[in-house]
């Protein structure tokens, strides 16, 4: 844990996993969008189910790495109750908001 190597790569598995996730919600909800020919309703439930699927399939992948994260609040949270170290809370937020 106090390893700077093992630190830039739980840092870089949760940026990579954000910029994933960001990706997939955006791009999901175009698809959504184009596709559901003006259902709304369509439409969210298209944006849900592959938003779903891809924050499952990133846990998956990066969970083992650094956690998966991929929410600042989580971090935090987690950060209060002692489950992860402040530094490395400060780390992953500081990431956060850098992409």
Do not use: K, Y
Request: proline share 3%; net charge positive.
């Amino acid at each position: 844990m106090n390893n700077p190597q093992h630190l830039a790569r739980r840092l870089a598995a949760e940026a990579v996993g954000s910029f994933f996730l960001f990706a997939a919600v955006i791009g999901s909800g175009v698809m959504a969008e184009a596709l559901a020919g003006g259902n709304v309703a369509v439409t969210l439930l298209a944006n849900t189910l592959a938003t779903g699927a891809m924050l499952f399939v990133l846990i998956a992948m990066f969970g083992p790495i650094s956690g998966a994260h991929l929410n600042p609040a989580v971090t935090l949270v987690m950060a209060a109750r002692h489950d992860l170290a402040w530094r490395v809370a400060a780390a992953c937020s500081a990431r956060g908001r850098r992409t």
